[in-house]
């Protein structure tokens, strides 16, 4: 028997794509101190999907929630809505076998019927293999199209969308594949354009939102080989039929949401494209990553303790730089991603003297534009060429917050002329987002930034510690694509480039 939210026993059967699911009932509860409540889910589901689910309908008066019912309310809402708006009724029966697969679920929002900034749709990657381990790449792409649809129809008026996968680590590691390795995120590259393609092309075949008539779709660029049979193939087809579109009704169709109760529900180990941290779980158990890593190179477990006590790491635990390498690649495809954490560092308690600069020192004066708006970055240095002061104008802003990136900068000067590597501030504040962000003009070291702060960063990185932050493409922030990066008018060739007339070698590992 299921529920309706009003609590009354429902006598109405269950679709029959629910015919033979074996259900359980589940003592869960979205708060650990609050009391749990009866959560019906499919049996073989994991006992965290009770959890999610509770999360979900956020209902604590309720002594039972079925999730079977839960999902019934909002697929029927949007097989009435595509009646209406004369939308192929199918994509509910494709929504509905993958919440029953566990392969996708909708935000928040639609589960409870509210509003939602940016609605969007989780793929679970590692349920779109079959039982003979080969990943499903029609259902995929159908899904896809399927959650936009969705999302189109019950929320017509948003103008972006978050459709997004999960669980990446796991799947990677079911293809026998080390996170950090380039095969790896050429994987998950490929397949995250063809997530976008599809994406792109149910976008486009909407009706457009009033006057206007859309925004333009970019190609992205495929990698040469993959760990999945036709990957290629499809993602290339998907992108040619969405070019042919040229434009589609949303800005923005992908991206990953911060994690919630929809990561929970499907039972994801990690969500969206993060790494996983470990191969011992908190309670000194194998992560369900690590049993697969094992299967798929068919090692036993006695061969892993070996190869841990001789040194060597079986699973391949991913570093902080495979992180960072898997976040860059798939960056242009996704608009929204979480920021990448980065490790915490052990701070030194011995403050160093302050070397102040002397009264007259070299440096330069940078001048660039980003998505309109102008900063001016202006550096000092020591005799010996490294960085001790920095200065950003930003003339074209309010007087609040020229005044904030004045003390900014202030304290970052006071730090390095204290002792404070360069490297420590690059790690702390590249990636950083706020407005004003987009595509950086008038630097060719930069080609896109998402802040000011993310800018001057990823530049004093260039020129003073050699890291590759530069680009000839950048990412148009209509479409998530890489397009080429113009310079600011008039501007003279090499001027961008004055610091690397002092070059400094430094040797990294």
């Known amino acids: 028997m299921f529920m309706h939210p009003d609590r009354k026993l429902s006598t109405r059967p269950p679709h029959p794509a629910w015919h ?51 999902a ?6 949007v097989q009435k809505a595509a009646q209406n708006a004369e939308v192929d009724p199918s994509i509910v ?20 019927g509210t509003a939602e900034e940016v609605p969007g749709f989780v793929l679970n990657l590692p349920q779109f293999l079959d039982a003979q381990g080969e990943f499903d790449l029609r259902r995929f792409g159908t899904v896809t199209e399927a959650a936009v649809n969705a999302l189109w129809l019950l929320a017509p008026d948003a103008s972006e969308l978050a459709i997004g996968v999960a669980d990446l680590s796991l799947l990677l590691a079911l293809l026998d594949l080390d996170y950090g390795c380039s095969l790896a995120r050429d994987t998950a590259t490929a397949l995250s354009v063809m997530l976008l393609a599809h994406a792109d092309c149910a976008s486009a075949r909407l009706p457009s939102a009033g006057s206007k008539s859309g925004f333009t779709i970019f190609p992205s660029t495929l990698p040469e080989h993959t760990a999945i049979p036709g990957l290629l193939d499809a993602a290339g087809a998907a992108q040619e039929a969405a070019l042919l579109f040229a434009r589609r009704r949303h800005r923005v169709v992908t991206g990953i949401l911060p994690s919630g109760p929809t990561d929970v529900l499907l039972g994801v180990e990690t969500t969206g494209i993060a790494a996983p941290i470990a191969a011992i779980t908190g309670d000194g158990q194998l992560a369900v990553w690590a049993r697969a890593r094992l299967e798929a190179a068919a090692q036993s477990g006695e061969t892993a303790v070996a190869s841990v006590l001789a040194g060597a790491d079986p699973f391949g635990v991913p570093d ?47 001048k660039a534009t980003i998505d309109g708006h102008k900063v001016f970055l202006r550096t000092g240095e020591y005799p010996d060429g490294t960085l001790g002061e920095v200065f950003v ?3 074209k802003e309010s007087a609040a917050f020229r005044g904030l990136m004045d003390c900014f ?4 000067s006071i730090g390095l002329q204290h002792g404070t590597p360069l490297d420590e501030f690059v790690d702390a504040f590249t990636t950083t987002r706020f407005g004003a962000n987009g595509i950086v003009e008038g630097d060719s070291t930069v080609g896109y930034a998402t802040s000011i702060v993310d800018y001057v960063f990823r530049h004093l990185a260039v020129n003073y510690l050699g890291q590759d932050h530069s680009t000839s493409a950048s990412i148009d922030p209509e479409s998530n694509n ?23 070698l430094k040797l990294v590992s």
């Open 320 to 366: 902080q730089s495979a992180r960072l390498a898997m976040h860059n690649a798939l960056a242009p495809v996704f608009y929204r991603l979480p920021d990448l954490e980065t490790p915490a560092k052990t701070p030194s308690t011995a403050l160093t003297a302050r070397v102040s600069l002397p009264p007259r020192r070299s440096g330069y004066t940078q």
């Open 409 to 412: 900068a202030i304290a970052v």
């Open 20 to 70: 033979g699911v074996r259900l359980s009932c589940v003592d869960a509860s979205a708060d650990p101190d609050a009391p749990t409540q009866k959560v019906i889910i499919p049996a073989v589901w994991p006992a965290q999907s009770a959890a999610g689910m509770s999360a979900l309908v956020r209902a604590p008066e309720r002594k039972i929630i079925s999730l079977v019912e839960e």
């Open 393 to 395: 104008s930003v003339p």
């Open 482 to 504: 890489r397009i080429r990066v113009p310079l600011l008018p008039l501007e003279l060739p090499g001027t961008h480039d004055r610091r690397r007339r002092k070059t400094i």
């Open 93 to 112: 029966d494709v929504l509905r076998l993958a919440l029953r697969d566990r392969c996708a679920a909708p935000s928040p929002g639609i589960w409870r």
């Open 72 to 77: 019934e309310n909002w697929l029927t809402a």
